[in-house]
């Protein structure tokens, strides 16, 4: 054999041959890669290197606790962001609950202010109504009582006389009654 061919590990086995999907073998091998990476320089991380670049697996206790160390360090790495996105997610929740809340107090206050507006055109409307309906009935009594006015001039003549304020008085009849 050359010496650059180098005999497996006896502890490697093919990490395809662990029954993991294959999204598990590469996080496997890239994890095997990251521990050689971070001891590089020592016997074990070119052994683990070489592993991995075979598409091996080391399955000595050393390599696999320095594995297991790396997941442990990705997974808290992994649960802190998560912590920090969940702090996140409750602050921006937090924070739209409050913005909703003050727009539909501020949409209720102005619902509530639209109503009154409402109520008072309404209050208006009627008002109006009430006042054409009593302008029409006085200008009613006015025609009325200026063809009584009318009438009286030309039927008596003379027997409505003005008094001295302009108002008009009516003469008696025999009776002693006052004419209509």
Known sequence: MSSQ????DPNAVPDTALGLTEDQVELLRHGQQAVAAATAGS???RAASRASSQG???MDSGSLSALGRHFDRVMQSIQGRLEYLMEQSQIVTLSVYDRAGNL???ADAEIARY??????????ELDFDRIGQIREIVRGFRQRAEEL????ERSGGGSSKRDRHGHRSHGHSSSGRRRA
């Open 43 to 45: 016997t074990s991380s």
């Open 5 to 8: 061919q180098q005999l497996p």
């Open 149 to 152: 006015e009318r009438e009286l």
């Open 104 to 106: 539909i107090d501020n």
């Open 56 to 58: 091996l697996l080391l």
């Open 115 to 124: 109503h009154d507006i409402m109520a008072q055109i309404d209050e208006l």
